[in-house]
């Protein structure tokens, strides 16, 4: 009451001030716009204002005026102007509105006011008038950019008026990323409208309000429910208000300080408790009849009173928000309109690009159900789906359904709970689950599969565990950083005895690299044999790994060395002084260096990647199938990309490249992959003919190897494609 007391006191105050004439109040309101009120002849409209004397201000000033109930011989009128400023803290002295000759000038009065004394001031000048000036100062306020400063002085000059226009007493929110608002009004109008929100950050938003009678606000009062809709997110509890035009004029609804909040969940029911009390137009009835039947965390497609089921085998959500999902929907007279994924604030259309599959198991489930027994006879059982959906990354603790939306409007749910898993492993989980014979496979692959490994983020190869079993940093030459993949204890034991069989290896930095749960299972006994055998060894945990190329890359990472030597766990060297050749061709010639992959039975596996021809993929193949005898003669040889299951090379390059690439399922196309990203940065690859590694090829698993080596085909080929007219782009730089 005393505050009330005191704004009453000091708005008499400056009214008497201006009242003399010649003299006007000056509040700035934000950075760029100047309300300044004063008295004197009646003026309105737009009117040429200059500052200071000085014609370099001169800007454009928008006017209102009222008539003063209590005039004088030297002002018989009011006004308020609002000037568009670029500095409205600068020292002001006089003021000029309209030309030269006709115009009339002020002083300032040598202190500037806030908005609650402007407000305070207006509403003493103006009296029942005060309306009138509140909406042509509010339209004014409206035009441009409206910040923090500029919502403050709205409110305050609407807050000024006599009695409550009423509050907003709940606010909700929804799935649908919509915001729903309860509460009474004076004079506030159904129908759609433009609001501004009050809160840290103002927010300008369309509004769909709906009335209805209630019986315990102030008459002529009426209660409303509105749904906010905008593009930029903010937050319920940030909400202190409403700006918006009812029949009246402006107004502004505060948020009553016992606001109820409701969740997602909650909302829905709040909207249906009052949807059939209300009235507004058909566009906005529809839009709360939509929101009432929002999702609200729960599966509602078991409750349509249509022959429309759902499931759900397995959803996988890879890192930068690409889904891979399988399932069913069950809709034999075709009353679904569409499927879609929906996040926060994200939603992914899903019936126009997934890949029906046959599921008679889901058909027999159902056959017996009154419901669908009709439905079925025709001998169709594709109710089965794979899907691939993308860009829905965002907040990854956001809940996921699907909405299905029916022909008649209506609309269902399910909630989905994806595994979040590497790509790699969400799509080797995927294909081993799909029958060979479907006819589906090929576009399962090429649209499904292949798209969500292209659209996902590879987890970067983490360093877990590194536990010193010898004496590293002390030994000499590159380091060999080996990748043991599948290797167990004794695969281990009789690994290291040949490097410390080999005089050569036996001096060199070993950086051994193992999966962290084969690490914690096998770091002791490995520790143990290293130290038996001498062997100056780093053990190291790959808590990301998933195939040999991301444990090298691991263990590439967790050392310092200028030059590194690769090689596979799988790989046993044919002869002794392997590494010592390795070495010393990369010190005469650089780059990097890869010896012969042969099989155990002496025959090529791998002899260099070579280009074909200018409008062809890279091929490993010239000398495969050959015995090892008719190439051992052959000299260091350029080729197009080198294998990284054994090489010497940069390891600077390496980093420099970006790794090896995370889309790929299995090493091969990985590593041609990385092969000719170097080669594309000048880095020359060569293979060494006199060295020869024994292995088998990677074996993904019998059933699926051909999948595999599909989709990494596919990937492959998305990435290295032949560019038009026939013009290679395999030397095209990609992202790692």
């Not at 062809?616 to 008719?630: D, F, K, N, Q, T």
Request: proline residues 6%.
């Amino acid at each position: 009451m005393v505050a009330v007391e005191q704004a009453l006191r000091s708005a008499s105050q400056l009214a008497a001030r201006i009242m003399r004439g010649g003299r006007v109040l000056a509040c700035p309101v934000d950075e760029g716009l100047l309300l300044v009120i004063g008295t004197g002849e009646p003026m309105a409209g737009t009117l040429v204002a200059e500052i200071n004397d000085d014609v370099a201000t001169r800007v454009t000033a928008s006017i209102g005026g009222w008539r003063l109930a209590l005039s004088s011989t030297s002002a018989t009128h009011g006004f308020a102007a609002l000037l568009q400023m670029k500095d409205t803290d600068r020292p002001l002295t006089t003021l000029r509105l309209g030309e030269e000759e006709a115009g009339k000038r002020y002083i300032f009065a040598p202190r500037s006011i806030p908005v609650s004394d402007a407000a305070a001031l207006l509403a003493e000048l103006a009296g029942e008038q005060l309306g009138g000036v509140l909406d042509s100062l509010v339209d004014g306020l409206m035009q441009g950019a409206i910040g923090p400063r500029r919502l403050a002085a709205i409110t305050a000059l609407l807050q000024s008026r006599k009695g409550s226009d009423g509050f907003i007493e709940l606010l909700g929110e929804t799935h649908d990323e919509v915001v729903f608002v309860k509460g009474w009004g004076r004079v506030i109008e159904p129908g759609s409208c433009r609001v501004v929100v009050n809160s840290s950050k103002p927010v300008v938003c369309d509004c769909g309000i709906a009335t209805f009678l209630r019986q315990d606000v102030p008459a002529g009062g009426s209660g409303f429910v509105g749904l906010l809709s905008t593009k930029e997110p903010f937050r319920v509890r940030d909400i202190e208000g409403l700006v918006y035009r009812g029949r009246g004029g402006w107004r502004y609804a505060p948020v009553h300080e016992h606001r109820q909040i409701a969740g997602p969940s909650e909302t829905p029911g709040h909207i249906r408790s009052v949807l059939l009390q209300t009235r507004s137009s058909p566009q906005v009835l529809l839009q709360l009849r939509s929101a009432a039947n929002s999702f609200e965390g729960r599966e509602t497609v078991s409750t349509l009173p249509l022959p429309v089921r759902m499931g759900i085998d397995i959803a996988f959500e890879a890192i930068g928000g690409a889904f891979l999902i399988s399932g069913w929907l069950l809709d034999p007279e075709t009353h679904v309109q569409s499927v879609k994924l929906c996040g926060q604030r994200v939603e992914a259309r899903l019936d126009d690009r997934w890949t029906r599959l046959e599921r008679s198991d889901v058909t027999d489930a159902f056959a017996e159900e009154p419901a669908f027994r009709s439905a079925f006879g025709h001998g169709i059982h594709s109710h089965g789906f794979i899907v691939f959906a993308s860009g829905l990354g965002g907040d990854s603790a956001a809940p996921f359904h699907l909405e299905l939306t029916l022909k008649d409007s209506r609309r269902a749910f399910l909630p989905l709970s994806p595994i979040r898993a590497p790509a790699r492993l969400a799509a080797l989980r995927q294909i081993s689950s799909i029958d060979p014979a479907s006819w589906g496979l090929a576009e399962i692959v090429d649209r499904q599969v292949v798209p969500f490994l292209c659209a996902s983020e590879a987890p970067a190869p983490r360093v877990g565990t590194i536990l010193e079993a010898g004496a590293f940093e002390q030994a000499g030459g590159p380091p060999i950083v080996i990748a043991a993949e599948d290797s167990e204890e004794g695969d281990m034991a009789s690994f290291l005895g040949l490097l410390a069989l080999d005089p050569e290896t036996r001096r060199a930095p070993i950086a051994l690299v193992l999966p962290a749960e084969r690490f914690r299972r096998h770091a002791g006994r490995i520790k143990d044999l290293a130290q038996f055998y001498r062997l100056p060894l780093r053990l190291i945990s790959a808590e990301e790994g998933g195939d040999l190329y991301d444990l090298l890359e691991t263990g590439i990472r967790a050392i310092s060395h200028e030059t590194v030597v690769l090689l596979a766990g799988s790989l046993l060297p044919n002869r002794a002084g392997w590494y010592g050749k390795l070495v010393a061709a990369h010190e005469a010639n650089g780059g990097i260096i890869s010896p012969t992959l042969a099989y155990e039975d002496h025959s090529v596996r791998w002899a260099g990647t070579w280009s074909a021809g200018p409008s062809e993929y890279p091929a490993a193949g010239r000398y495969a199938g050959y015995p090892l005898s008719a190439i051992t003669g052959l000299k260091l040889t350029q080729v197009a990309a080198a294998s990284f299951e054994c090489c010497i090379m940069p390891r600077e390059a390496f980093l420099l490249a970006g790794g090896f690439s995370g889309g790929y399922l299995g090493s091969q196309k990985k590593g041609l992959d990385l092969g000719l990203r170097l080669g594309h940065a000048g880095m020359h690859s060569y293979w060494l003919p006199s060295v020869q590694m024994l292995g088998a090829d990677e074996t993904p698993g019998a059933a699926a190897a051909p999948l595999v080596e599909r989709i990494n085909q596919r990937i492959f080929a998305a990435r290295w494609a032949p560019g038009p007219e026939g013009e290679s782009n395999w030397l095209e730089e990609v992202p790692a």
